[in-house]
């Protein structure tokens, strides 16, 4: 199976931007459908963006709609995570992920932690005001 490495994370002022990178290796990166996650302290996970295998879909949580862009280079083996304009409730513990199986392939299944079935480590993003 594929092992992902997030890195990217930092400190930045409200208004700022940030580029998060996830890194695959072991098995065919492009196999998989990819998203994004993010855990804020004393909350539950909350999905960000999805991908498709060939980067030719996406899909955004309306929190991140028009300041974030998910983007995939199978020949590198990366996915990112463009984010701009960033808020200080965007502070957070950021994941990528590999979707596993989805009995009915859509924006339900995508953006549900529990459908993903690899993970990387995080990397934190911190949006001071």
């Known amino acids: 199976q594929v092992q992902l490495v997030e890195s990217g994370g930092g400190l930045v002022q409200a208004g700022g931007s940030l580029r998060l990178s996830c890194a695959a290796s072991?098995?065919?990166?492009?196999?998989?459908?990819m998203g994004w996650f993010r855990q804020a302290p004393g909350k539950a996970r909350e999905f960000v963006t999805h991908?498709?295998?060939?980067?030719?879909?996406?899909y955004y949580a309306d929190s991140v709609k028009s300041r974030f862009t998910i983007s995939r280079d199978n020949a590198k083996n990366m996915m990112y995570l463009q984010m701009n304009s960033l808020k200080p409730e965007d502070t957070a513990v950021y994941y990528c992920?590999?979707?596993?199986?989805?009995?009915?392939?859509?924006?339900?299944?995508?953006?549900?932690?529990?459908?993903?079935?690899?993970w990387g480590q995080g990397t934190q993003v911190t949006v001071s005001s």
């Open positions: 992920a590999a979707l596993g199986y989805c009995s009915d392939y859509g924006y339900g299944c995508y953006a549900n932690a529990a459908r993903y079935a690899i």
């Open positions: 072991g098995r065919t990166f492009s196999d998989y459908r």
């Open positions: 991908i498709s295998w060939s980067g030719g879909s996406t």
